[in-house]
């Protein structure tokens, strides 16, 4: 669900709305650089992340990384069962027995990453923190008090909760259009 | 003799990753977890090649390595592996003496090929 979105004005709820729409897309894109096909599978009306995870272990990992940019700060919260990060394991191929805190942490630095080349070309630009970790028996995550958006994708056999929250102060813009630019894109490799 | 390269990045699973892709084409890997202990690792093994680095680490990030070792004219070249993209940052790492950057998740081959190349005249 995305909160409270009407109390923003025009330019930090545009700028959510971009956030939003590019994160799910680099979450797909994210994914399928790995060979898995996710698929959103909507909001959550509660605004709760964990509850009910597919998986069979009841062990939770926890991934959160945070951000920053000219007026506007948050952080991703990433929320899966250990089955579901030993599943992407498997997916990747030579990873049996890798830490799976250590992996989700990964794959929340990299979503961030995603987004935040998505976001350059919009004017948007932020700064990334290195990401923190944790399991635990069903962790439930409340939600914020900020604007957010919790959204929801399954894979094979597993899902995985993510929720975005941003705090604008006043004087929010997205830059000029003469500032944007273009991010190397995943994948890329490039000799100097 | 196998070549060198060390593999700093604060992700377990990356220097798995890494290690694996870079170990099967017959180098050998030496890890650090951050720039700090890339230097230290660097000091243990001055034989090293090549240094595949992250940029946002703990401690000491890997523009701020970079730094340390821009005053190092032997030091091995450096290539970037980072899911970071932006050209500014790109820009500065390449001022300070980076030989490449590549962009998480990385191809395999890709990450070959360029340390085959940095290394060719080592191998």
């Not at chain 1, 909507?42 to 920053?68: E, H, K, M």
């Not at chain 1, 070309?121 to 290195?130: D, K, N, Q, V, Y």
């Not at chain 1, 994708?153 to 597993?158: A, E, Y």
Request: with cysteine; net charge negative; aromatic share 6%.
């Amino acid at each position: 669900m995305t909160a409270a979105p009407e109390e923003l004005s025009a330019v930090p709820a545009e700028a959510f709305a971009t956030m939003i729409s590019q994160l799910s897309e680099a979450a797909v894109e994210l994914f399928g650089s790995y060979g898995m096909r996710i698929v959103p599978i909507g909001t959550r009306s509660d605004g709760l992340l964990g509850v009910d995870l597919p998986g069979g272990d009841q062990t939770s990992i926890l991934g959160v990384i945070g951000y920053a940019g000219d007026k506007v700060r948050g952080a991703l919260v990433l929320l899966t069962s250990s089955t579901a990060v030993q599943a992407w394991h498997a997916a990747i191929g030579g990873l049996q027995g890798a830490d799976v805190c250590d992996t989700l942490g990964e794959f929340s630095n990299m979503l961030l990453g995603h987004l935040k080349g998505r976001l350059l070309p919009a004017g948007f630009p932020i700064l990334l923190s290195t990401p923190t970790t944790a399991s635990a028996g069903e962790l439930r995550i409340p939600r914020a008090v900020r604007p957010e958006s919790v959204m929801s994708f399954t894979g094979d056999g597993w899902r995985l909760d993510v929720r975005l929250d941003a705090t604008f102060e006043d004087g929010f813009a997205l830059q000029d259009a003469s500032q944007r630019t273009v991010a190397a894109r995943a994948g890329d490799a490039l000799l100097f | 003799m196998s070549v060198k390269v060390l593999v700093v990045d604060d992700s377990s699973m990356v220097r798995l990753q890494v290690g694996r892709a870079l170990g099967g084409a017959g180098f050998t890997i030496i890890e650090a977890t951050d720039g700090a202990d890339a230097l230290e690792k660097l000091g243990a093994h001055p034989d090293t090649k090549l240094i595949v680095c992250d940029v946002n680490m703990p401690r000491m990030s890997g523009l701020e390595f970079l730094e340390s070792l821009s005053a190092n004219p032997s030091a091995p070249p450096v290539v970037m592996l980072t899911t970071e993209g932006q050209p500014d940052l790109i820009h500065r790492a390449k001022t300070l003496g980076a030989k490449g950057w590549i962009v998480k998740p990385f191809k395999p081959d890709l990450l070959v090929a360029a340390a085959q190349r940095l290394t060719a005249s080592a191998a």
